[in-house]
């Protein structure tokens, strides 16, 4: 453990990338096979599952620490990580007692943990608090809540194991991509071996897209050589079809075939050997609906009859990555749509539920500007920009895929509730509930904590912790005095919810302080704004 500790603490005390990549490339030249296996699959949040409740983590740190509970949970609101909280008022290790085990050990005490009752589980967490220096117990308590979060993408850990393995980077994300945990695979076996079975279910790392930049065109140059189709609201998926089997992945490389039992109508009408990238739409009556009809289908455990009758998917494809079991990802994108338009045409698409992204080609970007009008109504979030020549890359590359989103909706809401932040901003208030009017009152609608400056954040703190009302614990209700206009991506009906309305990833788009509470806007504004 106390190597891995170290690990974390060197990438957790930088932000350059060359010294992650050192640290980490040093760490696989050096530790053992099985530490290296589980170090791999904790970055790329493959964490075994949480073997003790929070409540009962609280509960025992505080009877270890001799602190009452209500100093932990204020401690806890100040500091902002439960980890970090109970690695820091647990008291200093007796040196005598210190354990020299490994990662891997520890990885799998925890995966028994979770079968065991609780009082061995109380005696087998305190012991272990007592031997841990003060950064190993934090990283202990951050495998046990599976909270890591550390500023290393996958991408970076891959470019270090690269250099520790001598392994081209591509072949080590494909190998990284798939179903596999540290309990079902070993380090030899995930990046040393080929195995051919292996890549039956495997799909190819996602390529992605930047957000434009100001005065993009300039940049992008003439239009004609570029590509344009909309942006799509959905679950981006690749689907795969091989040996006579379907395959459905998501971009965050979870394996989700079961939840999409439509796309078995795939086998047979499509070619053994191809893998398809595109987006999962609801298409209830044969129209495009919205993300918020998905939500209903996302994390359900089955998938009912009448589940598949209300919200029906279909795949939006807009690209082909295999071909009659070939990787033609280095073919130009022009090239691959001539397959992708081709296969489509020749199939029963609308019978198995496979449609065409339809590309778009413009003289001018005013004619473009003029089509990424029309998204909301087509049900997209604006337009995608694809050079015609280039080829399938991995992960997020800049210059030749770009996305042009609509602008967000707005709305102007009234600050209600304050709660404070994690991190950096343990010891601010800047999580934030806002509210519209409605009957002369306000009414929730919205969540909120970016969007404004260091300097904003402070401001509003201060001002928070003189004009609390109430506490409901980490949250304060605050007099009704500050406005704020924010932006969010969608919105939709929804029961859920005691406004009636979600709204999809608000945030704060600036401070009105030329406003006050009775200039902000209504419920019936913000339900105006729902598409028809």
Known sequence: MKQFAELIKTLDSTNKTTLKVAALSDYFNTASEKDKLWTIAILSHRRPKRPVNTTLLRQWATEISGIPQWLFEESYHIVGDLAETIALIIPNSN??????????????????????????????????WLQLSYFERFVFNKIITGGFRIG????????????????????????????????????????LQENPEDYLSKPYPFYLAYAVEDNFQKDLGSPKDWSFEHKWDGIRSQIIIRNNEVFVWSRGEELVTDKYPEFQRF???????????????????????????????IGRKNISKALLEKT?????????????????????????????????????WEEI???????????????????????????????????????????RKKGDWWKWKTDPFTIDGV??????????????????????WNNGELVTFAKAYSGLTDAEFRQVDAWIKKNTLERFGPVRSVTPHHVFEIAFEGIAESSRHKSGIA???PRILRWRKDKTIKEANTLDDLRALIPK
């Open 503 to 505: 709204t999809r990833f």
């Open 353 to 395: 539920g496979l449609y065409l992204s339809e590309t778009m080609n413009f003289e001018t970007w005013d004619a473009a500007a003029k089509e990424r009008t029309l998204s909301r109504e087509k049900r997209s979030e604006g337009l995608m920009i694809k050079r015609k020549d280039s080829p399938y890359l991995v992960g």
């Open 152 to 191: 290393v993408s996958q991408k970076l850990m891959t470019r270090a194991l690269a250099k520790s393995t001598g392994i081209d980077e591509d072949i080590l994300a494909y190998k990284l991509m798939g179903n596999w945990t540290g309990e079902n695979t070993t380090f030899n076996e995930l990046i």
């Open 267 to 297: 086998i047979s009408k499509i070619p053994n050997g191809t893998v398809l990238d595109g987006e999962i739409l609801p298409f209830a009556n044969n129209q495009i609906g919205n993300f918020n009809a998905l939500q209903t289908r």
């Open 95 to 128: 040196t005598s007692k210190k354990t020299s085990k490994t990662l891997s050990t520890y990885i799998e005490e925890i995966i028994a943990l979770k079968s065991l009752p609780d009082e061995e589980k109380k005696e087998y967490l305190q012991q272990n």
């Open 312 to 348: 029906p998917v279909i795949l939006n494809a807009y690209d082909i990555l295999e071909w009659k079991g070939k990787d033609i990802r280095q073919q130009p994108f022009s090239e691959r749509r001539k397959i992708l338009d081709t296969l489509i045409s020749e199939c029963a």
């Open 415 to 436: 600050l209600t509730y304050a709660m404070r932040g994690h991190g950096r901003r343990a010891n601010l208030f800047t999580d934030y509930t806002f509210g519209l």
